[in-house]
């Protein structure tokens, strides 16, 4: 029974690790260049309803993950057990830069679009793609080590077998 819910926890992990990952690298790679590429009105119209979808989606996939993988954490032992716990504090790392770095922008970027953007706007929105740059890399590391850590139990499993 453990070994089952272990793999389940697993499986919901990388599951949720990689969706989080690939929504961060997705905006990382397309949504910030487009942003920086339309005039600045559009950017932040864009930008503030993009934001009432990514609350609700991206703050479940991090919960998600992270929930996922320290549970897993608790239920492994000796080096599993630390990548796991890893990669779950590195998507409570995620979280804290979304809460603490960009939310408080976004919440500014939704003023300006309704009113217009201060003159030292583009410091602004540059300490916000810092923090999305910060944050998809605490995402893609963390998958990393979840895809390291089934592939090392697969790797496990076929030896046994053999």
Same mark, same amino acid.
């Given at each position: 029974? $453990? ?16 969706? +989080? ?9 397309? @949504?910030?260049?487009?942003? $920086? ?11 503030? /309803? ?10 479940? !996939?991090? !919960?998600?993950?992270? +929930?996922?993988?320290?549970? +897993?954490? !608790? ?13 779950? @504090? ?21 003023? =300006? ?9 583009? /410091?602004? @929105?540059?300490? =916000?793609?810092?923090? $999305? ?8 590391? !963390?998958?990393?080590? @979840? ?12 030896? /046994?077998?053999?």
């Amino acid at each position: 029974m $453990n070994h089952m819910r272990t793999r389940l926890l697993l499986g919901v992990s990388l599951l949720s690790t990689g969706l +989080l990952a690939g929504a961060f690298s997705y905006g990382a790679a397309n @949504l910030v260049p487009t942003f $920086n590429s339309v005039p600045i009105d559009m950017r932040l119209d864009f930008h503030t /309803e993009l934001m009432k979808m990514n609350g609700i989606t991206m703050q479940a !996939a991090m !919960a998600v993950s992270a +929930l996922s993988s320290l549970a +897993l954490a !608790a239920l492994t032992r000796e080096r599993t057990r630390v990548l796991t716990a890893t990669a779950g @504090l590195l998507t409570v790392a995620s979280f804290l830069i979304t809460r603490f770095g960009n939310v408080p922008i976004n919440g500014r970027i939704k003023q =300006w679009a309704a009113t217009a953007p201060p003159a030292d706007h583009p /410091e602004i @929105l540059r300490r =916000w793609e810092l923090f $999305n740059d910060a944050r998809t890399c605490t995402a893609i590391a !963390a998958f990393a080590i @979840l895809i390291y850590v089934a592939l090392r139990q697969t790797g496990r499993r076929a030896t /046994e077998h053999h």
